[in-house]
């Protein structure tokens, strides 16, 4: 098992480019499969789940050839139908369910293994279903598999019941080959469904209204390939403006797109931490004492529920009383008890955590129980007293693009351990 070991205390202090955004990147990929063409991915990050999205394809008959560090050259015109049953490569991430989306755009059928990804709470997929079904496809799940089809897919009005990325960006997917127009009502406005809107368009499709809560789509008979670049994580870029709080450094935070971190770049101002807007880029400056602040994770541009758990750290170590509410999710909490360990003070009821502030976290032996619990951790043991410990960094590795070799180059004292 791969370990992280952070001797915390470093302020962080320098410059970092922020990576391409996972979850755009992830929706991408299987997107590549409505061109039945030839597209170039770029400013992919490295992470793992675009290393399993590549092995998906690949496995469907696609030709994933990688052309720089950041770059994938996707060819889907051999796949000759979209079925991805090997539970071992695909049970990890979340995303495989966006081959489900493009399969029955282009072929009208797909059948995929039932969506894994972050255990963050009941993750149900009936809004995907509900919109596949106002289509025209059947959907069956049967032994873990999820199987979508239809004999003639027609464009529908789907309004979602709730506010879901996946299922927006899966109907919108599926919508773009269908006959007639779509209309999808309550649509997600996170910033990767405009930028996968915005790839679907690059690829011929008829797109108009992502980013606001009615999407709308004309189906087109073809598509086509395009070259198409990842927008900025907003998570990582996230991440690395609470780890450089919290540490109480000066960081210089590049290739960001600020608007995207505008609840975030708030909480922190409202903490007395120095948000500093040039451009593309952000520089977090922190040398006051850390104030108190409540947080509510809502839906874009609400404070977004992937940052929830490394805020939480965050708010640790200042003065007084937080209040973390998670509306997302119903099992969001789950790292608290590893935080506890290295001496915070958090009290969880529900949906909602008290964080009493306490002078200092210390150092201890904790496991990550997913991508953003791990981030979480990090953060802590940035700042904890002593030698911090985590264990199951593969969660870290399906979203952070080289995380301790970034924080290293911002002077953290942090190494990994390859077991
Ligand atoms: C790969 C990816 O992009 N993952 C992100 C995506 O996940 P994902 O797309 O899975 O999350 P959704 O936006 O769909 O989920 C939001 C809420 O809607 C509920 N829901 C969702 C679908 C459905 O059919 N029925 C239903 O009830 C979920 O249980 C959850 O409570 O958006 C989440 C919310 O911003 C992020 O935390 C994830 O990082
Ligand atoms: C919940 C997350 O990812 P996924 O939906 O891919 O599990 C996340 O990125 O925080």
Do not use: W
């Not at 994933?64 to 015109?77: A, C, F, H, Y």
């Not at 007084?320 to 099992?331: A, K, L, P, Q």
């Amino acid at each position: 098992m791969n370990k992280l070991i952070i001797e915390g205390g470093s302020k962080l202090k320098g410059t970092i480019d922020i990576s391409g955004f996972k979850n755009a990147a992830v929706a991408i990929i299987p997107a590549t499969v409505l061109a039945g063409d030839k597209c170039i991915i770029e400013n992919l990050p490295e992470i793992s789940d675009v290393t399993v999205l590549s092995e998906i394809l690949t496995g469907i008959g696609a030709t994933v050839i990688q052309r720089g560090p950041k770059t994938l050259e996707i060819d889907t015109s051999n796949i000759k139908e979209c079925s991805y049953t090997e539970y071992e490569i695909a049970k990890d991430i979340r995303a495989s369910y966006y081959l489900l989306g493009a399969g029955l755009g282009r072929f009208k059928k797909a059948t995929g293994i039932y969506p894994g990804g972050c255990s963050i709470g009941s993750r149900p997929i009936d809004q995907h279903i509900k919109g596949f079904e106002a289509m025209g496809a059947k959907v069956s799940i049967e032994h873990g598999l999820v199987s979508v089809e239809a004999e003639k897919l027609m464009g529908a009005e789907i309004y979602l019941d709730v506010v879901s990325v996946g299922a927006t960006i899966n109907i919108m997917m599926a919508a773009t080959m269908a006959e007639g127009n779509t209309v999808i009502e309550n649509a997600a406005k996170e910033p990767h469904v405009v930028d996968v809107a915005n790839f679907l368009n690059c690829m011929g499709a008829d797109i108009r209204g992502a980013g606001t809560d009615v999407i709308k789509i004309k189906g087109v008979d073809k598509m086509r390939g395009c070259n198409h670049m990842v927008i900025p994580d907003q998570i990582e870029a996230g991440t690395y403006m609470i780890a450089a709080a919290a540490t109480k450094g000066d960081v210089l935070i590049n290739n960001v797109i600020p608007k995207h971190l505008e609840a975030i770049t708030a909480k922190l101002k409202e903490m007395g931490v120095e948000v500093i807007e040039n451009g593309e880029s952000l520089r977090i400056v922190a040398n006051n004492p850390l104030r108190s602040v409540s947080v509510k994770t809502l839906v874009y541009p609400g404070f977004p529920t992937d940052l929830q758990q490394p805020m939480t750290s965050l708010l640790t170590t200042a003065s007084g009383n937080s209040m973390v509410t998670e509306t997302i999710y119903d099992g969001r909490f789950k790292y608290v008890d590893e935080l506890k360990r290295m001496g915070a003070n958090i009290k969880v009821e529900g949906r909602a955590a008290v964080v009493y502030g306490v002078e200092k976290l210390t150092g201890a032996k904790v496991s990550a129980s997913d991508l953003r619990a791990g981030a979480a951790l990090v953060v802590a043991g940035l700042i904890a007293d002593g030698i911090t410990e985590i264990e199951n960094v593969h969660f870290i590795d399906r979203g952070y693009d080289n995380l301790h070799e970034k924080l290293i180059s911002l002077g953290a004292k942090i190494r990994r351990i390859e077991e």
